[in-house]
């Protein structure tokens, strides 16, 4: 009896069915590893490259020159001009990231924590750990100052003009 119901066909799965299933769960595999593998690899690749947006396009240089300081709200910059040249001051506080404001000794302070710097941006009172930070400004092709948000520099740096 037992030996009739292996070989009789009525009690087996059809074996195209069986290779089917087999042959669809492997590629199944084999995709699934496929796009794991895409994924891990791309890992180290950023969506977003910050250098893009970093770069911002001020307006033409002549009022910035003859202002000694301009607020540019937009991206959160003060420019100074001197004798020397132009410099930028970032107005984002160095503890929590809020926007500071000028105070009446030409300084700056910070309306979230009480932070305050002098006028060249150096901490006078807490808790703002750093300094306010220096930017980078270069001029375009077409005559434009430029600020670079991501580029750090001195508070001795001009951009002479
Ligand atoms: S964010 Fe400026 S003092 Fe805290």
């Given at each position: 009896m037992n030996n009739e119901l292996q070989t009789n066909p009525r009690f087996q799965a059809p074996p195209q069915r069986r290779d089917f299933l087999g042959i669809a769960s492997m590629w199944s595999a084999v995709v699934a590893l496929g796009v794991a593998t895409l994924g891990a690899l791309r890992l180290p690749m950023p969506s977003v490259f910050p250098e893009s947006d970093s770069r911002a396009k001020l307006g033409p240089l002549e009022?910035?020159?003859?202002?000694?300081?301009?607020?540019?709200?937009?991206?959160?910059?003060?420019?100074?001009?001197?004798?020397?040249?132009?410099?930028?001051?970032?107005?984002?506080?160095?503890?929590?990231g809020c926007i500071v404001s000028k105070s009446e000794d030409g300084g700056f302070f910070c309306p979230c924590h009480g932070?305050?710097?002098?006028?060249?941006?150096?901490?006078?009172?807490?808790?703002?750990?750093?300094?306010?930070?220096?930017?980078?400004?270069?001029?375009?092709?077409?005559?434009?100052?430029?600020?670079d948000k991501q580029k750090e520099t001195t508070a001795e740096t001009r951009l002479s003009v």
């Open positions: 009022p910035f020159l003859a202002t000694a300081v301009t607020v540019v709200p937009k991206h959160r910059i003060w420019i100074y001009a001197d004798s020397d040249g132009l410099y930028a001051i970032s107005a984002v506080c160095t503890h929590l932070s305050r710097f002098d006028a060249g941006g150096l901490v006078t009172a807490g808790p703002a750990p750093k300094p306010l930070t220096y930017l980078e400004l270069t001029v375009s092709p077409d005559g434009q100052l430029v600020v």
